[in-house]
């Protein structure tokens, strides 16, 4: 390489870590405030080695707080949600990629159309649809509205339609029905579209709030967004309370970042059961 590309590349990559340093220390603040004392944590908010290490934030927020509880509440909806979003959004993108049926365009374009809707103008129809049908303050209530995903299904039909009509019909040539080929042929090839979608899933449905703070009142089933919440207007006492606030933030923070750090090599890889015709 020639000197004057040599330091181009140089000055790119000095670019590139002044930006992840400034995406990651709000996240390394985060961790350092999380253990340290309210004093500490008031006087030197941006301090990355506290003088004192101390649990005291996590303490009084599992001894003190109803933590568990919305820990509990918040894997019983993200798992169902991601369960049957993956499920429901495969069979609707197959369906709207593969299947001739009348009205299909009309489906689809409805499925755009949904798409460019806020979420926040559907609030209010939730909560009198749910409150109507005595899904209100359930756990039925917080699952069943978000189990299919608009965007999902748009990524699903647009992945069956990149596999080859072929391999479909050598499975209906052996005597595989629709369900089965779908089930058992194709499914299994959409891994990379399967992946992502099991991503957004989790994601979308861990860091949910607007849908459950109309969807349940009742304090036992409070999740992890709404809880924290609470804890950010001070529901535990007097004072900044920010190591308490940040060791709640940085708790709620670890599931998805796994989820995300596992998965994310296999995020929409296209390339990953193509066939050569």
Same mark, same amino acid.
């Given at each position: 390489?020639?000197? #004057? &590309?040599?330091?181009?590349?140089?000055? !790119?990559? +000095? =670019?590139? @870590? $002044?930006? *992840?340093?400034?995406?990651?220390? %709000?996240?390394?603040?985060?961790?350092?405030?999380?253990?340290?004392?309210?004093?500490?944590?008031?006087?030197?908010?941006?301090?990355?080695?506290?003088?004192?290490?101390?649990?005291?934030?996590?303490?009084?927020?599992?001894?003190?707080?109803?933590?568990?509880?919305?820990?509990?509440?918040?894997?019983?909806?993200?798992?169902?949600?991601?369960?049957?979003?993956?499920?429901?959004?495969?069979?609707?993108?197959?369906?709207?990629?593969?299947?001739?049926?009348? #009205? &299909?365009?009309?489906?689809?374009?409805? !499925?755009? +159309? =949904?798409? @460019? $809707?806020? *979420?926040?103008?559907?609030?209010? %129809?939730?909560?009198?649809?749910?409150?109507?049908?005595?899904?209100?303050?359930?756990?039925?209530?917080?699952?069943?509205?978000?189990?299919?995903?608009?965007?999902?299904?748009?990524?699903?039909?647009?992945?069956?339609?990149?596999?080859?009509?072929?391999?479909?019909?050598?499975?209906?040539?052996?005597?595989?029905?629709?369900?089965?080929?779908?089930?058992?042929?194709?499914?299994?090839?959409?891994?990379?579209?399967?992946?992502?979608?099991?991503?957004?899933?989790?994601?979308?449905?861990?860091?949910?709030?607007?849908?459950?703070?109309?969807?349940?009142?009742?304090?036992?089933?409070?999740?992890?967004?709404?809880?924290?919440?609470?804890?950010?207007?001070?529901?535990?006492?007097?004072?900044n309370q920010y190591p308490l606030k940040l060791?709640?933030?940085?708790?709620?923070?670890?599931?998805?970042?796994?989820?995300?750090?596992?998965?994310?090599?296999?995020?929409?890889?296209?390339?990953?059961?193509?066939?050569?015709?």
């Amino acid at each position: 390489m020639s000197g #004057g &590309r040599v330091a181009a590349t140089s000055v !790119l990559y +000095a =670019v590139l @870590a $002044v930006i *992840a340093i400034i995406y990651i220390f %709000p996240f390394l603040i985060q961790i350092a405030t999380s253990f340290k004392t309210n004093a500490e944590a008031t006087s030197t908010p941006l301090s990355l080695f506290p003088n004192t290490w101390t649990t005291a934030a996590y303490q009084s927020l599992f001894q003190n707080s109803d933590f568990p509880t919305w820990f509990k509440n918040s894997v019983i909806v993200t798992v169902f949600v991601t369960c049957g979003r993956v499920f429901f959004d495969s069979l609707a993108g197959y369906a709207l990629s593969r299947l001739h049926f009348r #009205g &299909r365009s009309v489906i689809f374009a409805g !499925l755009i +159309a =949904v798409m @460019a $809707v806020p *979420a926040v103008v559907l609030l209010i %129809p939730k909560f009198l649809v749910l409150n109507q049908i005595s899904l209100y303050d359930s756990y039925a209530g917080m699952i069943l509205p978000l189990l299919v995903d608009a965007a999902g299904v748009f990524i699903m039909k647009g992945f069956f339609e990149s596999i080859p009509v072929s391999i479909e019909e050598q499975a209906r040539i052996d005597g595989a029905g629709t369900f089965r080929v779908f089930w058992s042929v194709v499914l299994p090839m959409a891994r990379p579209a399967l992946v992502t979608i099991i991503i957004l899933s989790f994601q979308g449905s861990w860091n949910e709030l607007s849908h459950f703070i109309v969807s349940a009142q009742n304090p036992a089933l409070t999740t992890l967004t709404k809880g924290v919440a609470s804890l950010t207007a001070g529901s535990l006492g007097q004072g900044n309370q920010y190591p308490l606030k940040l060791a709640a933030a940085l708790i709620m923070t670890i599931p998805v970042a796994v989820m995300f750090f596992v998965f994310q090599r296999r995020i929409m890889n296209t390339s990953e059961g193509a066939v050569k015709e």
